[in-house]
Structure formats: structure tokens, C-alpha cells
């Protein structure tokens, strides 16, 4: 049995996916497969959920019980690390 998703999941991965729509046309693009924006919002809902997972782990490791700004910016400068841009 496959679970449903929630309402929140359902209601950011909607965001999530008209996100990318937007950045598409911003890029001129003028059209897109139904399976190429659904891939992309995956993917990008995937590295969100992971920024805020890091993030979550950097506060705790340094005794903080909530996240912080810097906390979000160390997190993003380690996944951007890790792609070697």
C-alpha cells in the first residue's frame, strides 16, 4: 500500500512545481512536458527537503535547538561545495 500525501506535502510540492514552471519561462523556454516538470520538481523538492535536514543537523550539533540564518547558509554553501561548481 503506498501512502497519500498530506495536504502540506501536496500544497509544496504545487509551489515547488509552479516555481520551476516560472523559472522555465524566465529562461524562454515556451513549453515543457508534463514528465519533465514533474522530474524537475522531484528533484528540487528533494534538495529543499535535504538544505532543511542539514540545517536542522548544524543547529543541533552546535546546540542550538532551532536553525538559524547561518545555519541555512552554511547548509547551502556544503551542498554547493559538494556539487564542485
Known amino acids: 500500500i503506498i501512502p497519500l ?3 502540506a506535502e501536496e500544497f509544496s ?5 509552479q516555481a520551476i514552471a516560472r523559472a522555465a519561462l524566465a529562461l524562454d523556454f515556451k513549453e515543457a512536458d508534463e514528465s519533465v516538470l514533474d522530474c524537475l520538481t522531484d528533484v528540487m523538492h528533494h534538495y529543499i527537503e535535504t ?3 542539514v540545517t536542522q543537523d548544524t543547529a543541533e550539533s552546535s546546540g542550538r535547538a532551532y536553525p538559524g ?3 541555512a547558509i552554511g547548509s547551502l554553501e556544503n551542498k554547493v561545495s ?3 561548481l
Open 69 to 71: 540564518i547561518q545555519d
Open 51 to 53: 538544505i532543511g535536514e
Open 5 to 7: 500525501p498530506s495536504m
Open 82 to 84: 559538494e556539487l564542485n
Open 13 to 17: 510540492r504545487e509551489v515547488t512545481r
